[in-house]
């Protein structure tokens, strides 16, 4: 006897958070205690869950991918990405 499997579509928004921590780590390739950091030091801000779950929204993904490669490319720690974070603010004012 063959199961079936219904898929249905969903569609998520693009601000809507969805991914786990552990799915992101994985997605992206950074590990966890960077994203506890970037969320601490409130560079990235994930939604968080009635249980205080970090949540990401694919914005936040491609966020992360971004900070990630500044930081590879520029060899920037949080401190630095908060001093860039600043610069950034008092550029565009």
């Excluded at 921590?21 to 560079?43: A, G, Q, S």
């Excluded at 491609?62 to 401190?79: A, F, G, S, T, V």
Aim: proline residues 3%.
């Amino acid at each position: 006897m063959k199961k079936i499997i219904r898929i249905r579509k969903v569609v998520i928004g693009y601000e809507e958070p969805v991914y786990g921590m552990n799915v992101v780590c994985r997605l992206i390739k950074i590990p966890e205690w960077t994203l506890r950091m970037l969320d601490k030091n409130k560079i990235v801000t994930p939604h968080k869950s009635d249980g205080n779950t970090r949540l990401y929204s694919q914005h936040d993904l491609e966020r992360l991918q971004y900070i990630q490669e500044l930081m590879e490319k520029n060899e920037l720690d949080i401190r630095g990405l908060k001093v860039l974070g600043r610069l950034s603010d008092i550029l565009d004012r």
